[in-house]
């Protein structure tokens, strides 16, 4: 069984559009997190839920968009796509304190 | 300012040999610190955690070692084998919130 399951893997589309990105996990984590890593392979975190709270929320555009239906899920939304969204990211939970179990991340190319 | 640290510049090692990575970090107050490894068309993977009251950990083949004092951790794989080679990250976790500050990695080539 796949802890952390993020779909879709690879997401090709024109900038203006909406998408989003799902991330489910099975670990009963208490954490959720939302990670971009970009060209140059850093990975900054964006938003973070814990127990359906946002606890976390870096300075990201407010065009992204976390929703977290319940505790095992946190999916990503992003609205008007921009040329510079182009990026890998990565869903992730953990127990504080504990470590981080990652998704197999989301290639998102802007066009 | 707060930073973390990794080498950016590729690390070379001979097969068999130690290979030691670096994460230093400064303005943080740190709860732990912990080391991933990431290959390529993947995410993250984690491998050690490390407290701060913590001086030496050791998992198989690898150590970490946390000096609060001169705000390093160092990574270290003996006997290192072509299978190491990945990139390897750094995240400290800051003991107000346990938000993990991630490093942006070094890459580490083990040669045959």
């Known amino acids: 069984d796949t802890a952390v399951s993020q779909t879709p893997k690879y997401l090709v589309t024109q900038m203006g559009n909406d998408k989003s990105i799902k991330c489910e996990q099975n670990?009963?984590?208490?954490?959720m997190y939302w990670y971009k890593q970009d060209s140059k392979k850093f990975l900054k975190i964006m938003f973070s839920?814990?127990?359906?709270?946002?606890?976390i929320n870096e300075t990201v555009p407010n065009r992204f968009s976390p929703k977290s239906p319940d505790k095992a899920h946190l999916n990503l939304h992003i609205n008007s796509l921009e040329l510079g969204d182009s990026a890998v990211y990565f869903c992730?939970?953990?127990?504080?304190?504990?470590?981080?179990?990652f998704g197999q991340g989301t290639r998102l190319t802007v066009v | 300012s707060q930073k973390i640290e990794q080498n950016s510049e590729a690390l070379n090692i001979q097969e068999g040999k130690t290979a030691t990575l670096t994460c230093n970090y400064t303005?943080?107050?740190?709860?732990?610190l912990q080391w991933y490894r990431q290959d390529p068309g993947r995410g993250p993977v984690f491998l050690l955690l490390?407290?701060?009251n913590e001086k030496e950990k050791r998992k198989e083949r690898l150590k970490v070692t946390f000096d609060t004092t001169l705000k390093q951790s160092l990574f270290h794989i003996t006997a290192s084998q072509p299978a190491d080679s990945a990139t390897y990250l750094c995240?400290?976790?800051?003991?107000?919130?346990?938000?993990?500050?991630w490093g942006a990695g070094t890459k580490l080539i083990i040669k045959p």
């Open positions: 303005n943080y107050s740190p709860a732990y």
């Open positions: 839920y814990n127990n359906k709270e946002l606890i």
């Open positions: 995240a400290l976790a800051l003991d107000s919130n346990y938000q993990l500050i």
């Open positions: 490390i407290r701060e």
């Open positions: 670990l009963g984590h208490d954490t």
């Open positions: 992730a939970s953990s127990n504080q304190g504990s470590e981080a179990f």
